[in-house]
């Protein structure tokens, strides 16, 4: 059986941000209603995680729960685990109207590191990003300059992303450029104020 | 003459000089220098050519208001056409180049324009160029095209980037003047998130100019203090050169920062576009002050007082030695003074007022000036330059009372609030008779997404302008805004400013009042395009009452300035000559931006590589190292064919096909739609969405189906498998897998909401490879791990299994009319099937195949392709699908439409086969003609060719159209007329022109 | 350019991350419906200055179709609410009402 290799075999970019594509995960869409006992349980069960409010990652180690809609969630493990957690939540769903469906190659996921990270970003989404608005532990989906995609914060310097497989090399190139030399923005990093 | 003195020049770095050169010419200045403040150094008074009279012009302002300095900066790929002077922050080497004359600036042909100004009234171009009509494109176009405009258009690829930037804040603040940051100080104190925007390099804006005590310090110093304390402030970002470019809707507000203009060698992006969400916008954007008509006013030297002030106050730059001042307020009272101090020689302040102004001209009187009131300027005379002045009584129709030489003259009509932002969005004005100008109407203001108001004005902005109401106010305003927000702001104290009593401003539309026609065709309105206070006249004598009309008719404050300067002097000489109050004429419609911006700084990072997203299947990187021709479909990239070295596309084309037919070809079909939808109602979900039935397809086997849209058309296709009793996995085309997602989406949550149905989009999760040709179940037999016989795999079965130990769903489907599995695995691992497929297949003589091929090949079996069988008006109807239309479901998405007369006539055009009788290719889109005319004129149509190939297993042109009565006229030669003069004659045959029995398919 | 709040995860959407849907509250008429019924069903649209009622989807963000409640002039918006109700729930109602004195959906109290 032959190495799977995710859309840009962990590519790299050091600006004003550190920027990664950061291998495969096991990425589980989960849909059903959030609230039923069958559901959570499946969630929380095969990931180990606490169920995420609205809007919310809840994380443990490399496994996380992200609240996507209401009535989807993304389920975050190690790629090689992803048929078992599978094969275990679709034991936990029993009868239960939902859906379970392993999405792991369907997505691209990046990281951005560094204290220019929010400013990086707010180059390319209209999303509200400021501390006060995202901090840790919450998930926007939203756009990428013109691509979907959905992000949130692992500390207050690190963006994780994922966006669709197939367009990994735009959007990295969009962030590689949004972190390129001489374009830091100050707003968010607190730089000092250019000077008059 | 106008040169550079020892003192003053606060923003300038006098221990370095900087060189530039101006068409040509080398010149020095200071870092801090304005290109235009370098170029009044150098006592480069004549900068550029009017656009109509090609009239000597110079600066006039010293800010975003400046009419008549547009140059052409830069050269190559960095060149940009009509940058204002004012607004250029000179640099070292910079190159500048006047606009709008030739050969040369100093002697311009098209000036002969001026000497013909009687023959190019107002609205010349509408009267003169109507008739011939023919002459329009021919002659009058191409002429008018050569003399019109102002810069050249650049020729070269932008080398600069340019990017957005997203903030969301509580309150934006345009305008870094001290209303602008006294607003944001009490804005910020009450606990408010704040942006100050300032256009300029500079924080502070025109108060250290205009002097004059807050708080007991000296202005300038109260300013660096407060700068000091805003800087210090958390939640104050102040951004200088960044325009607060427009408001829009629901509190967005557009910043055009511009990071490297005055930079040209520093990393990064050029322009920044900030896209900005507030609360609550402030403007605090000042005021511009107004020329005053009299004969000659755009002659070189003569020059806003204000602006005069800033050349000597900002950049040590005395433009006159010997100047005039011409006012009808107190303000122009300053630049006298400051003059005179500087050690200029003030020869007159022509007051228009009979009873002259306040302590400012007791000042002036004090210093020696000699004042006369009620009186004006006549005419100015001179070429290039001013020379001398005409001066008469304000009260006349301009009988020169004495000739007085100056080389400058300083004219002042009074200041206009720069209400664009304010209005941008709806913001509405008042006119104020006192101090004759529009300001904004507080009560009026644009509003937000909860009805109320969500800009406020802060300043000159507002309609202030003593110093102490501005201050006073715009703290007021600061912490006004903070309260509308939710803030509760604690109490502060104002700041207070001494004030300085002015007398009141008389309104002076035209000087002197009574000018003659001789002066009044010289006494320009808009500068910029040549628009004079008789041109005004002439469209009111004319019935040009709108003002939006004068606007177009006259040119009047069109082009790059928007009339900044013009606007209120060309409403009210409207006004007057329609006998109209001013505020029942009205202004002409603020838009956005407020002073042009780049075009790069509107496209962001779009360009090059991310222009738009390129969708790439896991199998991309193979295609383009073997030398894949694209076909964009979407924004996916697809071979269209694998070309060897020197063989054109079309033999590789038939190449592929060929090999498909006779041994096995591959196909990436990556990008086919993948949606997984599974729950109790499914099926009878899908019986809604697909016009056949679904719900009774067993698990395990695959069924062909169409979507139509409530209006009945044909909007996708595809092989749906059914996975288990509640799931299906629904292919979509390529192109539609988002939209037929969104499609379910919708229907689900908008109609059928208590379906229990959910959708995924599972199209990336899987690479698909098509193992296409008679070899094809030899080569996956070698590579092993699954059962594929045709006992165990049938035509339209799938099975789940290992393929050369890759886990994978593999469908027993053709769209090519031969033996055909379609491979599923997941996308990490597609190249590796892939690769292993082409080393495995070698000894078939295993080869890929484009999408070109795959054309072909389909039209070859008469498959229908959505977008070339459909364009948005066919039902499956009409493409003899009705087998795949369910006869026994009472309802799905489009059968009420389809039973629409028109969509149930007989006489809709149908699919048919199309053969040219000489074997050619029938040319694309092309239509066949009928007997006669139709209604319009145009020859009757019958039909048209929706597919055309040359299909290289027949060795000839086939097609398909659809063809009035098609089905029923087999046989049939039709005719059509291709674009090239020929016409093609075709005969009506069946559609599917290769293997009618479909024999090799099912093997 | 609108800011509409998502009714369903809250977020306060810039209009680059929402798609359109033109009126809300349409009743489908399909096989079995008059000529006439099912002609206005497909073509015949309101579009008023003043309250309107629209369809949206959150496309850039959690997907889901919501309706807002907005005068078309002013852009004020009265409500978002979601899409599973075929007519403007009474507390929109009474919203738009509170701005709108004398307002009524479809001219009825």
Known sequence: MSEPVSALNHAGFDGLAKVTECGLHGMITLRGDLAARAVKAAATGASGVKMPGPNEVQSKGDNALCWMSPDELLVICDYKDVRQVLDKMHKSLGAAHALAVDMSDARTMFCVTGSSARDVMAKLTPADLSPATFGPGQIRRSRLAQIPAAFWLEDDQSFRIICFRSVAQYAFDLLCTAAGAGSDVGYFSAAPIRPT | MSKRIATQGRLIDRSRALTFTFNGRDMRGHPGDTLASALLANDQMLVGRSFKYHRPRGIVASGAEEPNALVNLGTGPSFEPNQRATTTELFDRLKARSQNHWPSLEFDIGAINARLSRLLPAGFYYKTFLRPRAFWKHVYEPIIRQSAGLGQAPKDRDCDTYEYFYATTDIVVVGGGIAGLLTARSAAQSGAQVLVLEQTAHLGGRTPVDGGTVDGQPASAFIDALLEELRAMANVTMRSRCMGAGIYDHGFVLGYERLTDHDPDAAGPRHRLWR????????????????????????????????????????????????????????????????????????????????????????????????????????????????????????????????????????????????????????????????????????????????????????????????????????????????????????????????????????????????????????????????????????????????????????????????????????????????????????????????????????????????????????????????????????????????????????????????????????????????????????????????????????????????????????????????????????????????????????????????????????????????????????????????????????????????????????????????????????????????????????????????????????????????????????????????????????????????????????????????????????????????????NGQRVTQGRVTSTYYSPTLERGIAMGLVLHGPERMGEVLEFPGTDGQVYHAKIVDPVFYDKEGTKQNV | MLILTCPYCGIEADETELASGGEAHLTRHGPGTSEDDFSNYLFTRQNPLGVHFERWRHAHGCGKWFHAARDTGTLEVFATYPAQTAEPPKTVCDAIRKRRPGWTWQGTA
């Open chain 2, 276 to 935: 900005i969400r507030a609360k609550q916008v402030i403007t605090a954007t000042g005021a511009i002050e107004r020329p005053l008509a009299f004969a000659g006013n755009d002659l070189p030297g003569v020059m806003l007082a204000s602006a005069m002030r800033d050349y000597l106050i900002n950049y040590g730059v005395m433009v006159g030695q010997r100047v005039i001042v011409a006012t009808n307020n107190d303000d122009a009272y300053r630049t006298a003074i400051a003059l005179k101090e500087a050690g200029a020689d003030v020869l007159r302040i022509l007051d228009a007022r009979d009873s002259g102004g306040g302590p400012l001209m007791q000042k002036a009187r004090e210093l020696g000036i000699r004042i006369d009131c009620g009186r004006a300027i006549g005419k100015v005379r001179g070429g290039k330059r001013v020379k001398k002045v005409k001066i008469c009584a304000q009260n006349s129709s301009g009988g020169a009372l004495e000739e007085v030489s100056c080389d400058a003259v300083a004219m002042s009509g009074g200041w206009s609030p720069v209400v664009h932002l304010w209005s941008h969005c709806g913001g509405k004005l008042l006119w104020d008779d006192g101090a004759a100008h529009f300001r904004p109407d507080p009560a009026r203001p644009p509003t937000g997404a909860d009805g109320n108001g969500f800009v406020s004005t802060a300043g000159a902005a507002h309609g202030d302008f003593a110093l102490g109401d501005i201050v006073a106010q715009a703290h007021e305003a600061g912490r006004k805004a903070a309260q509308a927000i939710g803030m509760k702001p604690k109490k502060h104290d104002a700041p207070i400013a001494a004030e300085t009593r002015e007398a009141r401003l008389l309104p002076v539309w035209l000087m002197p009042a009574g000018a003659n026609i001789g002066l009044r065709s010289k006494a320009w309105l808009d500068y910029q395009n040549d628009v004079k206070v008789s041109d005004v006249e002439l469209a009111a004598r004319e019935g040009y009452e709108s003002v939006e009309h004068t606007k177009r008719y006259t040119t009047l404050g069109m082009a790059t300035d928007q009339g900044k300067l013009s606007n209120i002097n060309g409403l009210a000489t409207l006004a007057n000559s329609l006998g109209t109050p001013i505020p029942s004429v009205g202004t002409t419609t603020f838009r956005p931006p407020y002073t042009p911006i780049s075009m790069g700084a509107i496209a962001g990072e779009a360009r090059d590589a991310i222009f738009q997203p390129l969708r790439c299947t896991p199998i991309h990187h193979w295609h383009e190292a073997h030398d894949a021709a694209w076909e964009p479909v979407g924004h996916w990239r697809r071979p269209y064919t694998y070309p060897r070295a020197d063989e054109a596309h079309a033999d590789a084309v038939a190449r592929e096909i060929k090999n498909v037919r006779q041994a096995v070809g591959l196909l990436d079909a990556s990008t086919l739609g993948k949606l997984i939808v599974k729950g109790p109602d499914a099926g009878k979900f899908l019986d809604m969405l697909y016009t056949n039935m679904m719900s009774t397809l067993q698990p395990g086997r695959c069924r062909y189906g169409l979507m139509c849209n409530e209006n009945g058309f044909l909007i996708d296709d595809g092989v749906v498998a059914r996975l288990d009793e509640q799931s299906f996995l629904c292919h979509t085309t390529s192109g539609g897998a988002d939209q037929i997602h969104a499609h379910m989406e919708e229907w689900l949550q908008t109609e059928w909401w208590d379906w229990q149905v959910y959708v995924a989009n599972a199209t990336e999760q899987f690479a698909q490879i098509a193992v296409v040709g008679p070899k094809a179940r030899k080569l996956l037999e070698k590579l092993g791990g699954m059962d594929l016989s045709a006992e165990t795999l049938p035509l339209m079965a799938w099975a789940e299994g290992e393929i050369a130990g890759i886990r994978a769903r593999v469908f027993r489907i053709s769209f090519s009319g031969e033996l055909s599995f379609e491979i599923a695995v997941p996308a990490s691992q597609g190249l590796a099937l892939w690769t292993a497929l082409i080393e495995a297949g070698r000894e078939f003589g295993v080869m890929p195949y484009g999408t070109e091929a795959l054309h072909v090949m389909r039209a070859e079996k008469g498959f229908i392709m959505i977008g070339d069988e459909t364009d948005g008006t066919v039902i499956p109807q009409d493409l003899g699908l009705d087998w795949a239309i369910s006869k026994k479901k009472e309802d799905y998405l489009g059968k009420r439409a389809q039973q629409r007369t028109h969509m149930a006539s007989p006489d809709r055009w149908k699919l048919v086969g199309l053969e040219t009788t000489d074997g050619t290719v029938l040319p694309e889109g092309a239509y066949a003609v009928g007997e006669g005319l139709n209604a």
